[in-house]
């Protein structure tokens, strides 16, 4: 889990069932949770009104791989697609305030994405439904307002890339090693992931940081130790070198 860009949650659970998302975001305050659209997560999301929220560079997969399959249909959509992603690059180029996003995006993006449903559904009733185009077309077409829902929040991002980046040094690791030892090492390992890939996202040093925080534990006890997670430590560091 990434949580409002500023920290990583690597949990580890014996499979891909709704159970852990139900107890992760029990409680939670949470407004969005953005996914590649698994089925496992609706049921949870609407248990606890969280709005589900779709992720184009999944949907946008879908359609290469059609197209990689000489699929004209495909590689028009992919075309399509890409206007998309040249007005976010765009807008973090210029480091946009959220309030200019989402009014960029309502008249800009809107309108494209109106657009390219409307090619997606006129090319799905000819699109065989097992064919690579037609599966492409379905998981677009079933996911449409998560998929158009991150026009509504100018926090919001397209897709889920920063979560896909940060688990890919997982996914590359599992070639390196077959298994943590035990449930708990896995518990524990995972711990360990969620500090580091959070200072990774907030720009800090990992080495340094654990260095640091084991430094000043023994002089935290019974204090707010919120005030040792990457982020706040990130934020102090920042001011120091300031």
């Known amino acids: 889990y990434v949580g409002d860009k500023k ?15 139900t107890e992760f975001i029990k409680g939670s305050l949470a407004e969005y949770f953005q996914s590649d659209g698994y089925a496992a997560y609706d049921k949870p999301l609407e ?3 969280i709005d589900s929220l779709g992720c184009w560079a999944h949907a ?12 004209k249909d495909a590689e028009g959509v992919v075309k399509k697609i890409a206007p998309l992603y040249g007005i976010e690059k765009k807008l973090k180029e210029e480091n ?3 309030e200019k996003v ?30 690579l185009l037609g599966k492409a077309c379905n998981y677009v077409l079933k996911r449409k307002s998560k998929l158009m829902c991150y026009l509504d929040d100018g926090e919001l991002d397209i897709d889920n ?11 590359v690791g599992r070639k390196n090693w077959m298994f943590s ?17 959070s200072c990774k996202l907030q720009g800090v040093d990992p080495a ?10 023994p002089d935290y006890e019974g204090e707010d130790m919120a005030s040792l997670l990457p982020d706040a430590y990130a934020m102090r560091y920042l001011e120091n070198k300031g």
């Open 161 to 171: 890339n920063l979560a896909e980046r940060t688990i890919r040094q997982i996914a």
């Open 47 to 49: 248990l606890y009104d």
């Open 102 to 131: 989402k009014s960029v995006r309502g008249e800009e993006s809107r309108p494209l994405l109106e657009s390219l449903f409307a090619d997606i559904e006129q090319l799905n009733k000819n699109a065989l439904p097992e064919g």
């Open 208 to 217: 340094h940081y654990l260095t640091e925080v084991l430094r000043y534990l």
């Open 96 to 98: 946009a305030s959220p």
């Open 7 to 21: 920290w990583v949650w690597f949990e580890w659970e014996p499979g891909r069932s709704s159970k852990g998302l």
């Open 181 to 197: 030892g035990s449930i708990d090492g896995a518990h524990f390992a995972a711990k360990f992931y969620s500090l580091i890939q």
């Open 60 to 71: 946008r997969r879908y359609f290469v791989k059609a197209a990689d399959s000489k699929s």
